[in-house]
């Protein structure tokens, strides 16, 4: 029998790992991914599902706070989107799964905090590095409630 290793990571619908990227397929593993909807790592759908969210929260900020500066509101979305898709790569990507798996409430609160902090933050002039920073931090201040 032939070993088969995967080729790239392979999330379920929720962003959650299933399957990292060189792991050995076995057959158990096989049976789980035929039960679970599976994304690979180069599928949008994780990067539209959360885009979609952040920018859904965005358009309801801005609505109720009257922001009319669309450029600030636009990088703000583009900067926290970013910080989810990444998060995938990075070690806090267990955090991020646990606030979208934990509660809804948790996960719309946390994007509401991030896109509303960096928009303060677009419009003090931080730089990309600094936005990045604050979005992050931003979107896991309530990591602790789950």
């Not at 009257?66 to 450029?71: K, L, R, T, V």
């Amino acid at each position: 029998m032939v070993d088969i290793y995967a080729k790239e990571n392979y999330y379920d619908k929720n962003g959650l790992l299933l399957l990292a990227k060189g792991q050995k397929i076995t057959e158990g593993m096989m049976k789980k991914l035929e039960r679970h909807a599976v994304f690979a790592e180069t599928s949008n759908y994780l990067n539209f599902t959360h885009s979609s969210l952040v920018s859904q929260s965005a358009n309801e900020i801005t609505d109720k706070m009257d922001i009319h500066n669309e450029a600030v509101v636009e990088e703000a979305t583009e900067v926290l989107t970013s910080v989810i898709f990444e998060s995938r790569k990075e070690p806090w990507f267990i955090v991020t799964n646990a606030l979208s798996s934990y509660v809804d409430w948790i996960y719309t609160h946390s994007i509401n905090v991030a896109i509303i902090s960096l928009m303060m933050a677009v419009e003090s002039g931080y730089g990309d590095e600094d936005l990045w920073n604050i979005g992050l931090g931003a979107f896991l201040h309530d990591v602790g409630k789950c």
